[in-house]
């Protein structure tokens, strides 16, 4: 639906409405980054074009779509030092599967293997996930617990962002979403526990530092953006009933913006108390799912 | 040299070049240029799944495809592509066990059956169950539709015993 | 996994919808053609100051643009049984999504930027979202002045009004037995539920193409009833019913949704103001400002012996009806005439009322009543028997009706035996070999409705062409549910042919015989007994005119594949025919017609035809650190009476289950104030095959009590009705959660929870 600028009402166009553009279809990233500068920041990106139907659909009028589909070098995986770089460009279903990321972080190809249906995972990518903004979408949580960094490309220049930053800001202000970057991939344990979803999801970092782990929470849900909770975890944490005060004390630090008007915020953070206390004990003690 | 709008498909075996504005979806060259009437369309968001195609194999929302990403590809739909054994055989699948009841999200369902059946010969019941939650049907509860994708299975291997 | 009688033949419409070939009003495009767009209100209630379509007829490829002003000569509102809803906006919007203007063009692009072209000053006015706000002393009305209805004619018991309050149009009681018997009650229990929103989410859009050409309007519709819906069309446009022609293609799932006027009544105005056929289809997100299930409020009160004897009951019930009434007095009847469910009582009293908000307007949902009243009432016999330290299967089973039993004082007995349902249930399950065990439990519950239509009449033909093709002419719509195969499954075994010879003939209103809908699971018992006649007609004339034929009685002679047997001698009818009519040859025509007789003793016009009940069982597993619930095993039972083809049964009760349990856990219309926050597919979620518990089992019953052909009962809603309820009871038989509101989401069974010690 789209609510008209004169306020006069509602409507509601069907995919047959999509407004006229000019498409692109560039076969490289610097001829992609070029062609979104010389139209002149009213231009969009199209990878698997399953959300920018409906933002179409929803009144979003580009001049001109780039499709990203040609471009090879969005679909690469690398570990360069200790740094794991996901192209945007990948599908679901060919990121989650990829060797690479199977063998960097076992648990995030896990939970990423499992987001969408089957025939969405066929076409959706990473990128378009993300820059979606949709709170329901999940490949944000995963990413943002895992402090990743987005890097843009625009022309002459490239630039990251952290996953929070995306709310905020649209991308043609960046350029174009080229890869996925999560540092420190050797010191990283990772679990994404998706079992309440959609009330809510969880996804924990647990990043090795000497004696002590830092533990990087976040919460999902269908309507509300993620929101971030950091603690530190001793080695020596005491067993279960360590864990569960781990848990307990983490989760009451999330903020009152994971609420909304179907599920308590007071709901969630119990509820995420219970589930980080879990994935820790998986974490920390190899305790299957 | 091609026209800028000029797109070639072929469509269950059928080769076509059409002209089509970028803005033009797979979804509408198939019901509207090529009377393909079996590919529906519901939410029109690439959930519901009613419109699902073959695109080279794959399973894809056709509402959610615009016609240039299937330029120089094979697109597979429910009407008109009997010849196919594997389709074939979901059809007979589905026939028999009921699969279907109003029949909106059928042509869809077949589709995403086709694709699994192509890549899992004798799928359990948890990996059809994963795949048909790709697509909803409102009405039949689904049971008989797994039921149906298992049958479908099931004629298949019978039909290839004794080939070589 | 099912259990039942030998498979039934292959669908009739198997071959047509695995091969993409089925035609759906949907696919109909006729030349010319132009695209319908509507304006719908951003505001929840404002008054429409102005409004002003004509820049909008000046922009490209325009036929026509509508809008309060172009319903001149027109008897503008609709409605089931209050007149209140207009084709567009007059004085007010009602509702974020109500239709202000509408236009047609030769593309849909164009009708959308028509669309922007219309100019509308609005003036907001207070909005109430929910019946509080809308029953409180000085809400804000919808209506200035009260809408036009009618109320119908109600027998022993039953009383109703009109507007008796503040937005309340309507409200029924019905109440039997003495007053004084609740003194007698060892414990009385009061209760509250809420009862959730659903979506009816067909997957066909709601969708008309429309044409009024040389005086003749027709038009190709996705909807239930046909003939109901002509009636209107002829009133809202004050015009013939005979230069109405209403052809219905196959309908993709409607679930109640798709009665009387939907896009209908645009789609008609804008061929007639542009003299071009017009398409009018909705998009899925239209739909959710179109229709919806009504949500409720039930207070429960009800008196019982210590010994678990069900003595007297009290209902009040507050359906949201939303902005406009559509379907809402019927689902209010019923709702209220359903409170007794499967039990004896001595004293019901039974309120219904519909009260009006500024939301989506609610309509019939599979169900259509009992599935609000059931969730009450089969969560609180649990909560009784708990409080009474009773067995809640014992309890039941005790206050069970006989067979036979009159539901209430001048109604039909209950045609079904009520125990052996729930007996395969609980056989089913495996409930009598559990072992208890905590964070698992079993929940139990039946759901009845009196099933067939109040009054309802329907009409057929059957007629045979001289080489034994045989037609079925009859207004019962396929929405998916197989009455077409069943309807020609009774034509076939009456005439003994094979199914593959008898023919459905499409609906076209100017040919079919009357019916007065395709809902309240009525096609087999009511439409099933006139096809029976129809087709028994067509057998007497062809025995008749064979024992003249042959000089012999019509006693000595039988009827199978269309060939006369006599003794042991074979006499082909198509020989007979061409003896008698010449080459030309001829068809026999036969008629058929059904109605309840009027009782003036029944509570409601009528005794009610069938009893359609469904017996459903339910294992859960809860997790009690975050209240999620899983579902093991889902078992339904429904009773067919006969089953004219088993796969029609089971896909009726599997379908209505699925959407129950959908109901139970999950699925839910939800608002912030007046705005609705998941109309569309991703944010509104229905059920997945992933969903599914890990066993679902479905049961159909012979029970061989039903009133229709060969002893069947209609089937497609018994399924729904008491899967939310049965879901509530093993939750609360696992942890001792009691959740009242529905969906039972985790976050309500933790509070249950939470609250069990106090």
Known sequence: MQLLANGAGLVAPSQRSIPEFRLHQPTTLAEAVEIAASESGNAVFHAGGTDLIVQLREGLIPDAVIALSRIDELRTVARIDDVLQIGAGLTHDAGSAHPLVRRSVPGLAAGWSQIATVRIRFTATVGGNLLARRARYEMSILLQSLDARLRFHRQGAQSTATVPEIWARSEASRGLLAAIEIPDVSAVKFDYDRSMRPVLTVALTLRHNGRYSTGHAVIGSEYRVPQSVEFGVDHHYGGRLGLRALAQQAAARFPDDIGDPVTSARYRRRVAAVLLERQLARLLEGKPQ | MKEPNEVSLRVNGTDHHLGVPANTLLLDVLRDRLRHRGVKASCQRGVCGACTVLVDGTPTASCSTFAFQVDGRSVECVDGAADDPVLAAAQQGFRECAGFQCGFCTGGMLMLTTALLRQAPDPGRELIAQWISSNICRCTGYEMILESVARAAEILRESQVGEP | MTITAEKGAQRKDAVTKTTGKAVYAFDIALPGMLQAKVLRSPHAHARVVSIDVRRARDMPGVGAALSRDDLAGLQPYYGFVIKDQPIVAVDRVRYIGDVVAAVAAD????????????????????????????????????????????????????????????????????????????????????????????????????????????????????????????????????????????????????????????????????????????????????????????????????????????????????????????????????????????????????????????????????????????????????????????????????????????????????????????????????????????????????????????????????????????????????????????????????????????????????????????????????????????????????LDFASEQLGCSVVELELADWTIRRRDQEFPVAAMIAGEFGGTGFEFTGEGYTKARLTPSAPLEAQCVFWEIGWVGAEVEVDEDTGKVTVAQLVVVGDAGHVLNEQNCRGQDEGAAAMGLAQSLFEEMRYDGCTLLNGEALDYRVLLAEDLPRRFVSITQQQGHGPGPFGAKGMGEGGMLAVASAVANAVFDAVGARVTTLPISPERVLDALDSRYW
């Open chain 3, 107 to 542: 593309t849909e692009e164009h009708a959308l930027a028509a669309l922007e072209a219309i100019d509308v000053v609005y003036e907001p006015l207070a909005a109430v979202c929910d019946v509080d706000d809308a029953l409180l002393a000085g809400a804000v009305e919808l209506f200035e002045e009260q809408p036009f209805g009618v109320l119908p004619s109600y027998g022993l018991g039953v009383t109703a009004r009109l507007w008796p309050k503040r937005n309340v149009a309507y409200e029924f009681h019905y109440e039997t037995g003495d007053p004084q018997v609740w003194q007698e009650c060892d414990h009385v229990f009061e209760d509250s539920f809420v009862f959730s929103r659903m979506n009816h989410f067909h997957l066909e859009p709601f969708v008309t193409v429309a044409s009024w050409d040389d005086e003749q309007i027709e038009l190709w519709t996705s909807t239930q009833n046909p003939f109901p819906l002509r009636k209107e069309l002829a009133r809202v446009f004050q015009y013939p019913e005979n230069r109405i022609r209403v052809h219905v293609p196959f309908v993709g799932g409607s679930f109640g949704a798709k009665h009387n006027c939907k896009t209908e009544p645009i789609a008609i105005l804008l061929a007639k103001l542009s003299g071009r056929p017009v398409r009018y289809c909705l998009t899925t997100e239209e739909a959710f400002l179109t229709l919806t299930q009504h949500p409720a409020k039930i207070r429960m009160k009800t008196g019982v012996m210590s010994d678990g004897r069900l003595v007297a009951r009290e209902t009040r019930i507050l359906l949201e009806s939303g902005a406009y009434t559509d379907g809402s007095p019927l689902v209010a009847e019923k709702a209220g005439y359903r409170t007794p469910g499967p039990y004896r009582w001595q004293r019901i009293d039974a309120t219904c009322a519909c009260v009006m908000t500024n939301t989506t307007p609610s309509g019939p949902f599979r169900g259509f009543g009992a599935t609000q009243v059931t969730w009450a009432s089969e969560s609180q016999i649990d909560m009784i028997a708990h409080r009474l330290r009773l067995d809640p299967y014992e309890m039941r089973v005790q206050n069970f009706k006989r067979l036979h039993e009159p539901f209430v004082p001048g109604e039909s007995g209950i045609d079904s035996d009520l125990r052996a349902g729930l007996d395969a249930v609980v056989t089913a399950l495996g409930l009598r070999e559990r072992t208890k065990q905590r964070g698992r439990g079993f929940g139990l519950a039946v759901g009845l409705k009196d099933g067939g239509g109040i009054n309802k009449p329907a009409q057929a033909r059957v007629k045979v062409s001289t080489t034994g093709s045989v037609y079925l002419h009859c207004g019962a719509v396929e929405a998916g549910q197989g009455v077409t195969t069943s309807l020609c499954e009774v034509v076939a075994r009456t005439l003994a042919v094979p199914l593959e010879r008898v023919s459905y003939a499409p609906i076209n209103s100017d040919h079919t015989p009357f019916d007065q809908g395709t809902n309240a699971s009525s096609s087999i018992v009511v439409m099933g007994q006139a096809v029976l006649k129809a087709a028994e007609s067509v057998r007497r004339q062809v």
